[in-house]
């Protein structure tokens, strides 16, 4: 009878493990690619959104604001998360759209994510 040592059963298990190591990786490059799709799918419907008020807003100038404001919050709550925009009259007109907690200070740079605003200058 020959005697084994054990080596072909460490070698298997060893194998398994950097196996199972690489498609953890892969698990996790994949729930990073869905984090990063579901952030620009964010941003592009915000962006269009935007688009959106601006045409409404060369369409109907001031008349209808507050109607065509009202209409264009019920959109954003109904394509984004926590939706809502705001239009700053002042020395500049500024449209601004946010989603997620983002909170409603002033929007001074675009922000993209889970969380975000966007600003335009009319």
């Given amino acids: 009878m020959r005697k084994f040592s054990g080596v072909s059963l460490i070698e298997v298990l060893i194998s398994f ?16 690619a869905l984090r990063e799709t579901k952030n620009a799918y964010y941003f592009s419907v915000a962006a269009q959104q935007l688009n959106n008020m601006v045409e409404r807003f060369a369409t109907f100038g001031d008349k209808q604001l507050d109607e065509q404001l009202a209409g264009w919050n019920q959109q954003n709550q109904a394509v984004l998360p926590q939706g809502r925009g705001r239009l700053e009259w002042g020395s500049h007109t500024v449209l601004t759209i946010y989603w997620g907690r983002a909170d409603q200070q002033r929007c001074d740079k675009n922000k993209t994510g889970m969380t975000g605003c966007l600003h335009i200058l009319l």
């Fill in 17 to 32: 493990l950097i196996l199972s190591a690489m498609l953890l990786g892969l698990d996790a490059l994949q729930v990073t």
